[in-house]
C-alpha cells in the first residue's frame, strides 16, 4: 500500500467511526424518544386483561384532554399504535415535558396544541396497559 492509500484508509475509519458515534453516542433515538422505556416487546395477539386495565387508566387520567376521533386538548388518539412506535407512546405518556422540549415528534405537536401534556403520574406498568388499550382499539 502507497502512502496515499494509507491516508484514504486512515481517513475512511475515522469517518466510520464519527458516524457511530453520531449514531449511537449522541442522543436518542428520535423514534424511540426520550424517557425510562427502551425497549417494549408486544406479543403478537392483544391481551384483553391488560387492555382493560389501561383502559380504567385511561378513563381515569387522560379522558379530560384525549379522544380518540377528534382533537380535544391533545391530539385525537386514533391510530397511534400505528403512527408511533411502542416505546415512544410509552415516554410519551411517562416523560411528556421532557418529550415536548426535545423529541422532535413531540415538539412538533407541541407547537400544533400550544398546550403541555402533564405528567399523569402512571407507572410504567400502567403506561404498559395503555398501550395495550391503544392496541386493542387500533387492531
Ligand atoms: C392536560 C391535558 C392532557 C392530559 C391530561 C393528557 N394529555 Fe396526552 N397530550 C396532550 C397534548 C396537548 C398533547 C400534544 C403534545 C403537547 O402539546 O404536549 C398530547 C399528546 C399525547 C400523545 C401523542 C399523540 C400523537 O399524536 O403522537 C399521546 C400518546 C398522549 N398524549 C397520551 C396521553 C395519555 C395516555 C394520557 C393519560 C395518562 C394523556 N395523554 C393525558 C394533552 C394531555
Redesign the pocket.
Known amino acids: 500500500m502507497n502512502k496515499k492509500n494509507i491516508c484514504f484508509y486512515l481517513a475512511l475509519q475515522i469517518f466510520i467511526i464519527g458516524s457511530f458515534v453520531s449514531i449511537n453516542g449522541c442522543g436518542d433515538d428520535p423514534e424511540i424518544g426520550i424517557g425510562p422505556v427502551k425497549e417494549v416487546k408486544l406479543e403478537p395477539q392483544v391481551n384483553e386483561d391488560m387492555a382493560n386495565k389501561g383502559k380504567v387508566?385511561?378513563e381515569a387520567?387522560?379522558v379530560?384532554?384525549?379522544k380518540f376521533n377528534e382533537k380535544?386538548?391533545?391530539?385525537?388518539?386514533a391510530g397511534?399504535t400505528k403512527?408511533?412506535k411502542p416505546e415512544?407512546?410509552m415516554n410519551?405518556?411517562l416523560n411528556?415535558?421532557e418529550?415536548?422540549q426535545k423529541n422532535p415528534?413531540?415538539q412538533e405537536?407541541?407547537?400544533?396544541?400550544?398546550?403541555?401534556?402533564?405528567y399523569?403520574d402512571?407507572t410504567q406498568d400502567?403506561?404498559r396497559s395503555?398501550l395495550e388499550y391503544?392496541r386493542s382499539l387500533d387492531k
Open positions: 387508566t385511561f387520567k387522560c379530560s384532554c384525549h380535544l386538548v391533545g391530539p385525537p388518539l397511534i403512527k408511533r415512544w407512546i410519551m405518556i411528556p415535558v418529550m415536548t415528534a413531540a405537536l407541541y407547537r400544533q396544541f400550544l398546550v403541555q401534556m402533564t399523569q402512571v400502567d403506561a395503555i391503544f
